[in-house]
């Protein structure tokens, strides 16, 4: 390839490539190449949004174009699919792990933060690992107890397991924005006689808001979009939205305009909380690794 | 209260709900793997089997290592797609400007979607007579035309690897962008002035800097890739027969199907170890730095 330059080209060509014209060439060719990968990250995104407005006549159809109908909307929360109710199950599930999570792991990113503790690195690296253990050996333990608890079927029982994928990540991330607060104003503080509770109270926790915030949407995110326990431990009184997408597969097929409907009401919410946070989403997700 | 104290009561909560939500059904699930598990039955686990389960998996159970087979070629094809085409559109958007930081911003709403949504849009995409994508690749292939994608073992295969792919493409590019990001710019001007091509600055001088974060991304995405469940249930539910049925697939087939929850068990643990391996060179990564 880098041999090609070498080589003389033969008249009008060579001329033609030369310096500016060459370098707006590959401008368009990268901008199309850019312009065809949105493309492709969108049309999912956007196939559902259409279909969502489709009658369930056109959405049988291939158009682009078509009379677009409001009635998907109301029909899914009409019986026998009754989406209010996984609705409400969802914004209860990932709000309540959300409210005990972000406390206790805001607690100990301080500590972690701050101090040096016996076998500190070896807690990191545990609360690490439980992040990459597959949901699938979680579940079973608690399938079984939950069975035995008469907890199956519970907006309880799936919180406390939905603290399982949550916790690691809330306290990843909460270390990362305390450990960028600068010490100064904390150790002024001290000086001036605070105890280190009305430090944390009165210092550390306004200037760790707008984190504490941003660890909150991620997690709230997760915990809705959590699939797998929700599965194995709900089949009628607390499923989920992710789950409620199967009540949509009828014995006539799928029920595709439906199913585009619901599936608007789980990501709207969804892209919205992460357009908000977007700045911190990889940080999140790589817990550390990556900053 | 001293420091020494608060330091850790603070840890305490965080440390309790950890081990209770993570670390002690881990455990409890290497207990059960060691006994005959079923769920129909009223006492549970009931008889010790020690190994028995384990070698009843790699002796008597061909949907084992097919599930083994399938988890192992996913992981293995997402992983290097997911790598390549990332590498190649963080490389296209780095620059930054209106259009690149623009599709930057879109690159996040695949990745708040959640997975089984996107195994929903793709069984939708590929429906033989009305998905879009089934009508496209028809066109550009014709011998793929009005093609059951998801009832052909080996092109279900490949849509499950298209969603993966579809779904992890935005994330590591984002990653990677923050990794080309913190490469020195003076050392690929550098390598320009001496006059190197493009190709042998982003080989020579890009490529090596940005080992690290590859490195990271490679290891989790790997890991997520051998966990991956929600978009395989969705899609294809592990069929035609088992061509898709991933390991995860396989554990919660066996145990809420068939109700064998501690041969189930076993298996996961089987998933475990790998995982463990994988996460102890992740956890290298992490703490280097420090």
Not at chain 2, 85 to 103: D, E, I, N, W, Y
Not at chain 2, 107 to 122: E, H, Q, Y
Request: charged share 15%; aromatic share 14%.
């Amino acid at each position: 390839m880098s041999e090609q330059s070498a080589v003389p080209t033969t008249g009008a060509n060579s001329e033609f490539w030369t310096g500016k014209r060459k370098q707006r060439f590959w401008r368009m060719i990268q901008a199309i190449l850019i312009l065809i990968a949105a493309f492709i990250m969108l049309i999912p995104i956007i196939w559902i949004f259409l279909a969502a407005f489709k009658s369930h006549v056109e959405v049988y159809q291939l158009r682009l174009f078509f009379t677009p109908t409001l009635e998907n909307f109301g029909t899914v929360f009409e019986q026998p699919y009754d989406l209010g109710a996984k609705l409400y199950n969802s914004t209860i599930v990932a709000f309540v792990t959300v409210i005990f999570a972000i406390p206790i792991a805001t607690m100990a990113a301080y500590s972690f933060s701050r101090f040096t503790l016996k076998f500190e690195t070896t807690i990191l690296v545990v609360i690490l690992a439980t992040q990459f253990v597959p949901a699938v050996v979680i579940i079973l333990p608690f399938f079984i107890m939950f069975r035995d608890l008469g907890l199956l079927d519970t907006r309880i029982g799936l919180i406390m397991v939905n603290l399982a994928i949550v916790m690691p990540f809330a306290i990843w991330m909460i270390k990362g924005f305390i450990d960028g607060i600068p010490l100064d104003t904390e150790e002024a503080a001290m000086v001036d006689g605070s105890s280190r509770l009305q430090v944390i109270k009165n210092i550390v926790l306004p200037m760790a808001a707008p984190g504490l915030v941003t660890a909150s949407i991620f997690c709230f995110i997760l915990a809705w979009n959590e699939f797998l326990f929700a599965l194995f431990l709900t089949n009628r009184e607390a499923v989920t939205l992710p789950i409620g997408l199967a009540l949509f597969r009828g014995e006539e097929g799928d029920l595709w305009n439906l199913l585009s409907a619901a599936g608007i009401i789980i990501m709207l919410p969804m892209f919205i909380l992460a357009l908000a946070i977007r700045k911190y989403f990889v940080q999140g997700m790589t817990m550390g690794a990556v900053r | 209260m001293r420091d020494q104290t608060l330091k850790y009561l603070l840890v305490v909560p965080a440390v309790l709900v950890v081990f209770a939500t993570a670390v002690w059904p881990l455990i409890e699930s290497l207990r059960f793997s060691f006994y005959q598990g079923r769920t129909d039955r009223g006492d549970f686990p009931q008889n010790w089997l020690g190994f028995e389960n384990y070698t009843w998996a790699f002796l008597y159970e061909p949907a084992f290592w097919n599930s083994v087979w399938v988890t192992g070629l996913y992981t293995v094809i997402t992983v290097a797609l997911t790598t390549l085409f990332a590498l190649g559109l963080a490389m296209l958007l780095a620059p930054g400007g209106k259009l690149r930081s623009g599709v930057q911003t879109l690159l996040i709403l695949p990745f708040a979607m959640s997975p089984a949504l996107i195994g929903v849009s793709f069984r939708f995409m590929f429906n033989p007579e009305f998905g879009l994508f089934d009508a496209f690749f028809g066109v550009v292939f014709p011998p793929l035309a009005d093609v059951s994608w998801l009832a052909d073992p080996d092109l279900a295969f490949a849509v499950i690897v298209m969603a993966d792919v579809w779904g992890w493409i935005p994330f590591l590019t984002l990653v990677l962008i923050g990794g080309l990001a913190s490469v020195p710019q003076d050392t690929i001007e550098a390598a320009q002035v001496d006059g190197a091509s493009g190709w042998r600055v982003f080989k020579d001088v890009t490529l090596p800097q940005l080992m690290p974060v590859l490195a990271v991304v490679i290891i989790l995405k790997a890991i997520f890739s051998l966990k991956t469940f929600d978009q395989v249930f969705m899609l294809t539910n592990g069929g035609p027969g088992t061509a898709t049925q991933t390991l995860s697939h396989y554990i919660y087939i066996t145990s809420t199907r068939y109700g064998q929850v501690g041969y189930a068990a076993s298996v996961a643990w089987l998933m475990v170890i790998p995982m463990l391996v994988l996460t102890y060179f992740y956890a290298k990564f992490v703490f280097k730095k420090d």
